[in-house]
């Protein structure tokens, strides 16, 4: 372990050499307090990615109290927040000069969502903050004042201002901390109260645009119509009170009617990414839908590999098999039942779809479409048949915006209506014009006997190497390189950061490498890794992580997504029992 001192003394010595010198500064460090800074990795050049270095602090040291992160929940939220904390402090300081990413300073820290993520750990011991640093050149050439201005004046200011409580707002730190731990009380208990979903009077739900996750300003608050409305103690109180009031959905076939423009689909946004807690401020933060809800949608084009569609497909032209049905280029109908399929493969108990993204011929035939085409001549059993049977048999709920087809009040328990952004209980209305004007609509199936899905992912598929180098990194938010192939997941909107995206990649090769063995389903596997991250922590998603070091930039994924992925890979293939 070297003395801080000695890396003035480092970079003196290689002031205005090639920047290859920098090298000479990678290492373990530490200052008379027992603070540390590790500079794990040094960049090759200055354009190349960043270099990564941690800081390190005993935490009895930075007076933050112990209850804020007394539990797993806290701690996530606290860690979070000191993430959000450090990225505000380098936010304020001004860039020391250089060429490509000189002076660059960059911590992953949080969007809307609070979610379990790398940039910062905190243990019984001490407190870490992983940071990302463009060492700084002139060209190629080593520039040493600049460098020693980061790690001796910007560095020493971030601790100070983020990592010591005393220079948090010690009320906005606390409120962070149990607005999280409140969300995620709430959804705890959602079954409780025989609800799916949980949203707040009051709650905000437009974004801003739709390239923008923040709220929208001079918004119609939401509220709860009277028959809905349901009460949740909370953990911690709230503007000094000790519950809330809300709109619940309840468990079964809902559906969200209203005009065009009056908020359906921003109703189901909100509820899909319900499933992740969201800052103060953020207008959703209680927002709180099942953990286990899947946004469905059509996407012609993906790539299907022996899913049994044949719930929702059958009899396809040519003698197609639909109960291990396989496409390089699945239509929108198609593509919807995989979706449906591979969600409750993973263990899904909540379907959320909006008409604007579904294929209409899967999710309803009219009576005069009976009349035409008949059922021998159409593969499709759409939606609307199997609906209830999900819920019946499966216990599987689904919230569904439909504004074009009034089909579907004859399998709904729940109709809301969206009208000027408010929401009405228009059930009883429904099941009255069910009665009034009776659908002669045929139903087009019987139940099925069992809907057993599992799939046992072949572990030679996962390979991910490109030119004997293993090759995974997040392109973007949806696009993931992995070996030789590259997983589209445009149509996936349950990923909510990049460093979701990231953690995917090494989600799949970890669990290709740890848990794939041609005999485990794919569900099972999954549930492998949920346990194996809770034990370990999200750190071990980096190949190295056995040494310590910076593990780069993660948030944790769902299994859903990381299912989602796996089910994009092009290379990947099952087998059925
Ligand atoms: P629908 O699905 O019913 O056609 P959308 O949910 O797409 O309607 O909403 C239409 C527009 O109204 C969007 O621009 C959305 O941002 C906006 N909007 C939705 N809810 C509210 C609200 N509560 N207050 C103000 N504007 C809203
Ligand atoms: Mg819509």
Not at 61 to 80: H, M, Q, S
Not at 361 to 371: C, K, L, S
Request: glycine share 6%; proline share 5%; charged share 35%.
């Amino acid at each position: 372990m070297k003395k801080i001192e000695e890396l003035r003394t480092l970079l003196e010595r290689i002031d205005g050499r090639g920047y290859k010198a920098y090298k000479d500064i990678e290492g373990a460090y530490r200052n008379k307090e027992g603070f540390y800074l590790f500079i794990d990795h040094v960049q090759g050049d200055p354009f190349a990615s960043p270099s990564k270095i941690r800081i390190r602090i005993p935490i009895n040291k930075t007076g933050f109290p112990k209850e804020l992160f007394k539990n797993k929940v806290r701690r996530i939220a606290f860690e979070d927040l000191v993430a959000r904390k450090v990225k505000s402090v380098i936010f304020s300081l001004k860039r020391v000069r250089g060429t490509g990413k000189s002076g660059l300073i960059h911590i992953d820290s949080g969007n809307q969502e609070v979610l379990e993520r790398t940039a910062c750990k905190v243990t019984e011991e001490w407190i870490e903050v992983r940071i990302y640093i463009g060492l700084p050149a002139e060209g190629r050439k080593i520039l040493s004042k600049e460098a020693e201005r980061i790690f001796f004046d910007q560095i020493p200011r971030i601790v100070e201002d983020s990592l010591f409580w005393e220079s948090h707002d010690k009320r906005y730190a606390r409120r962070f901390v149990e607005c999280i731990e409140n969300q995620e009380y709430i959804r705890e208990r959602l079954k409780e109260k025989a609800i799916v979903a949980f949203i707040k009077d009051g709650s905000i739900l437009p974004r801003e645009s739709g390239i923008s996750q923040l709220p929208l300003r001079s918004a119609v608050p939401f509220k709860s119509p009277p028959s809905l409305r349901v009460k949740f103690d909370l953990l911690n109180p709230v503007d000094g009170k000790k519950e809330i009031i809300g709109m619940g959905i309840p468990k079964g076939v809902t559906l969200i009617v209203g005009g065009g423009y009056h908020g359906k689909s921003t109703l189901l946004q909100a509820l899909e990414r319900g499933v992740y807690p969201h800052i103060p401020g953020d207008g959703r933060e209680y927002v709180v839908t099942l953990p286990t809800a899947v946004k469905i949608k059509a996407e012609d084009g993906r790539r299907i590999e022996k899913v049994d569609i044949s719930p929702f497909i059958n009899n396809l032209p040519k003698g197609i098999d639909t109960r291990s049905f396989s496409t390089e280029n699945a239509s929108g109908s198609t593509s919807q039942a995989a979706n449906i399929m591979e969600a409750i493969e993973i263990g899904s108990e909540l379907l959320l779809l909006d008409e604007d993204t579904s294929a209409t011929n899967f999710m309803i035939r009219d009576v005069r479409m009976q009349q035409l085409v008949r059922k021998e001549n159409e593969p499709i059993t759409p939606f609307i048949d199997r609906v209830r049977e999900l819920y019946n048999r499966l216990g599987i709920s689904t919230i569904l915006v439909m504004g074009g087809c009034g089909d579907y009040f004859d399998v709904a328990d729940t109709v809301i209506m969206m009208k000027e952004y408010l929401s009405y209980d228009v059930t009883s209305e429904a099941k009255e014009i069910t009665k009034r004007y009776p659908n002669r609509r045929i139903k087009e199936t019987e139940e099925l006997e069992k809907w057993d899905i599992s799939r046992i992912p072949i572990k030679e598929g996962f390979d991910p190497h490109r030119r004997h180098k293993i090759k995974i990194d997040a392109k973007d938010i949806d696009k993931i390189l992995y070996g030789n192939e590259i997983i589209d997941l445009k149509w996936i909107d349950q990923i909510v950061d990049l460093s979701q995206t990231r953690a995917i990649g090494m989600a799949i090769y970890l669990c290709s490498k740890r848990f794939m063995d041609n005999k485990r389903p794919l569900r099972e596997i999954l549930k492998e890794f949920e346990r194996l991250i809770d034990k370990e922590g999200l750190d071990i998603l980096d190949p190295h992580y056995k040494y310590e070091r910076h593990p780069g930039s993660f948030s944790r994924p769902r299994i859903f997504e990381i299912a989602a992925a796996i089910n994009r890979l092009r290379s990947a293939r099952f087998r059925i029992l």
